[in-house]
């Protein structure tokens, strides 16, 4: 059975858990706690998948000199998208004001993440200057700089340039195949992990109850989600591939990686899914979806900017009662693509921490009312990761042709 069916069978059951189970706090704890469970272990696994296949993919690309093609169209598609759905975030809110609700955490201190911003920087810092190589792989899954460096200098000593090294370069290939063995699995019974997460999600949602009291700030929300994923991302897209690829048989490709992305809030294990389903449904080469999806998941965060965006002025003028000006719209939107750039350091939580940044950026202070976001943050969260897997997936349809390698993969040979 196709993954699309499963998981969208697995959202349903989670929602229809949700109404069956919402007013116990228990079946919430009790979901929450084998989710991240099986979040946990599947983050651990993409460290060997990293390591291993990053390396590989480097190495391929430097056999055919095709590196600099494929990383200019990473750099350019980043940067685009970033800039484009921030950009497009402030415009909608200008037009499509509305306030955030006040939710049960508004009001509480902000000292702790402040405190936790700081910690999180100072041990980013020291990651990049590691004395224990075991240290430095015990912390992969929430800082991958450090691992995709040493991946990165690996695959370019293994090119094979001469006889001595093509052995080493077929092991490591064949390793990485057995890499994508594993990928493949998890995604294949990542049903499980999805119905789990949507659950907790859901249940988290309707037990804050803000969103049912507010409904307009989710519709809002909502609507301009779908915009940028149906209208905006599908036009750049189609600018940078020549309207070759369809951008939409991408999204319905992908909807296992972006559930997931969705409920868990987690981009790692949404890369970990990306990989596999980039190369079994979206037709890209194994060498591309290798490199392209752990950068990405450094550099392409279009979807935090434009979700920490929104959700910024929303806090404004929740905060004050008045909308901001579109000056202050666009100075917001320009803050949050340079502090998304920081969201890798946040794993799980990338949107609470980048418009804390941006605000202090900005010299804004709002009394405490941003700490409402604390209630919400799986629904803004995984808003934002969503949208970034999809960058992301469509990144390698826009690496794969630039480089020359794109397929259109038949259905009956997606997962």
Do not use: H
């Not at 991958?144 to 001595?164: E, H, T, W």
């Not at 090294?165 to 493949?184: D, G, K, L, W």
């Not at 917001?332 to 920081?342: R, W």
């Amino acid at each position: 059975m196709k993954t699309w069916v499963t998981y969208m069978a697995a959202l349903l059951m989670g929602f229809a858990t949700c109404l069956l189970f919402g007013e116990y706090t228990l079946a919430t704890d009790f979901f929450s706690a084998v989710s991240s469970y099986l979040i946990n272990f599947s983050v651990y696994l993409f460290i060997p998948v990293l390591l291993i296949t990053f390396a590989s993919g480097i190495a391929s690309l430097k056999k055919d000199e095709a590196g600099g093609r494929m990383f200019s169209s990473m750099i350019g598609w980043s940067i685009s998208t970033t800039v484009i759905l921030s950009v497009v975030a402030a415009v909608f809110y200008y037009f499509f004001p509305v306030k955030f609700p006040v939710t049960a955490s508004a009001g509480s201190s902000l000292a702790g993440i402040e405190d936790a911003a700081n910690m999180i920087a100072t041990e980013a810092f020291g990651y990049l200057f590691p004395t224990n190589p075991l240290d430095l792989l015990s912390n992969v899954s929430t800082f991958l700089p450090p691992a995709i460096a040493i991946a990165l200098v690996l695959g370019l000593a293994l090119k094979p340039s001469s006889d001595i090294i093509r052995p080493a370069y077929t092991v490591v290939n064949s390793f990485a195949e057995v890499m994508y063995r594993i990928t493949r699995t998890v995604t294949t019974f990542g049903w499980l992990l999805a119905y789990t997460s949507s659950s907790w999600f859901f249940l988290s949602l309707y037990q804050e109850k803000t969103i049912l009291v507010v409904p307009e700030f989710l519709y809002k929300i909502i609507l301009a989600s779908v915009g940028v994923i149906f209208v905006v991302l599908p036009i750049i897209f189609w600018a940078y591939t020549g309207f070759r690829k369809n951008p939409y048989r991408a999204f319905f490709g992908s909807l296992s990686n972006l559930t997931i992305a969705l409920t868990t809030g987690n981009i790692i294990i949404s890369s970990l899914m990306g990989e596999s389903v980039t190369r079994q449904n979206l037709g890209s080469q194994k060498r591309i979806s290798s490199t392209a999806i752990p950068l990405f998941t450094l550099i392409a965060r279009g979807g935090t900017a434009f979700i920490s965006t929104l959700i910024t002025l929303m806090l404004i003028q929740g905060a004050t009662g008045q909308k901001p000006s579109i000056a202050i719209c666009l100075i917001v939107s320009c803050a949050m693509m340079l502090t998304s750039l920081t969201a890798s350091l946040f794993v799980g939580y990338e949107t609470i921490f980048v418009i804390f940044l941006a605000m202090k950026l900005c010299n804004i202070y709002l009394a405490g009312a941003e700490a409402a976001i604390v209630a919400l943050l799986p629904l803004i969260n995984g808003i934002g990761i969503l949208i970034d897997s999809f960058i992301s997936n469509l990144g390698t349809i826009v690496g794969s042709v630039y480089v020359g390698t794109d397929i259109d993969t038949p259905y009956s040979d997606t997962i």
